[in-house]
Nanobody
Framework: QVQLVESGGGLVQAGGSLRLSCAAS????????MGWFRQAPGKEREFVAA????????YYANSVKGRFTISRDNAKNTLYLQMNSLKPEDTAVYYC?????????????????WGQGTQVTVSS
């Protein structure tokens, strides 16, 4: 089992920045590819970004490319999402997830463990 706890969400004005964190415990963090997903009210959960086990490879949704940066610190068992130039359409609950794969994936079915989510609200 891997336990994931997100933090860092909040209310921010459009154009602002937030940094989300996801603390992992349980099994070896570096054995998992990690991802961020988000879900807005009335919408399906969507992929945001993913990172490989070592952190050397990243993958982003087109909607956040150039604005968001995913990173990880395997020594601290922590995943991050730096979000810059935030837009109202980025408003959602953000979830971190762990996948027992050797590649970065945008498919939420491939993720085995999920956090409880953290709310991000961007005002216009």
């Amino acid at each position: 089992q891997v336990q994931l706890v997100e933090s860092g969400g909040g209310l921010v004005q459009a154009g602002g920045s937030l940094r989300l964190s996801c603390a992992a415990s349980g099994r070896t963090f570096s054995n998992y590819c990690m991802g961020w997903f988000r879900q807005a009210p009335g919408k399906e959960r969507e992929f945001v970004a993913a990172i490989s086990r070592s952190g050397s490879s990243t993958y982003y949704a087109n909607s956040v490319k150039g604005r968001f940066t995913i990173s990880r610190d395997n020594a601290k068992n922590t995943l991050y999402l730096q979000m810059n130039s935030l837009k109202p359409e980025d408003t959602a609950v953000y979830y971190c997830a762990a996948a027992n794969t050797y590649y970065t994936s945008s498919n939420f079915h491939e993720y085995n463990y999920w956090g409880q989510g953290t709310q991000v609200t961007v005002s216009s």
